[in-house]
Nanobody, 127 residues
């Protein structure tokens, strides 16, 4: 079993930056990949990016390319999401997720492929 704890969210002005962290504990060696999703009020949870723990492979949603950067620190069991040039429409709860065992080697962009979620961290961008 893997446990995930996100941090780093907050209230920022448009144009600012944030780095979100996701600390993983437990059987992290069994996951191989991790992902970030976000959920804005009244909207479906959407995929942001995924990464292998080694950092060798990354995958971004088309709409997230450019301002979002996912990275991993295997030694710290931590995955990061750097968000630059924040916009009010980035306001959401950001979640990290670990994949189901069957998808553990894949970089998946569907939330059904993930069965372990953190509690989320709120990002609010003011205009």
């Amino acid at each position: 079993q893997v446990q995930l704890v996100e941090s780093g969210g907050g209230l920022v002005q448009a144009g600012g930056s944030l780095r979100l962290s996701c600390a993983a504990s437990g059987r992290t060696f069994s996951t191989y990949t991790m992902a970030w999703f976000r959920q804005a009020p009244g909207k479906e949870r959407e995929f942001v990016a995924a990464i292998t723990w080694s950092g060798e492979r990354t995958y971004y949603a088309d709409s997230m390319k450019g301002r979002f950067t996912i990275s991993s620190d295997n030694a710290k069991n931590t995955v990061y999401l750097q968000i630059n040039a924040l916009k009010p429409e980035d306001t959401a709860v950001y979640y990290c997720a670990a994949p189901q065992h069957y998808y553990r080697y894949s970089l998946k962009d569907t939330k059904d492929a993930y069965d372990t979620w953190g509690q989320g961290t709120q990002v609010t961008v003011s205009s």
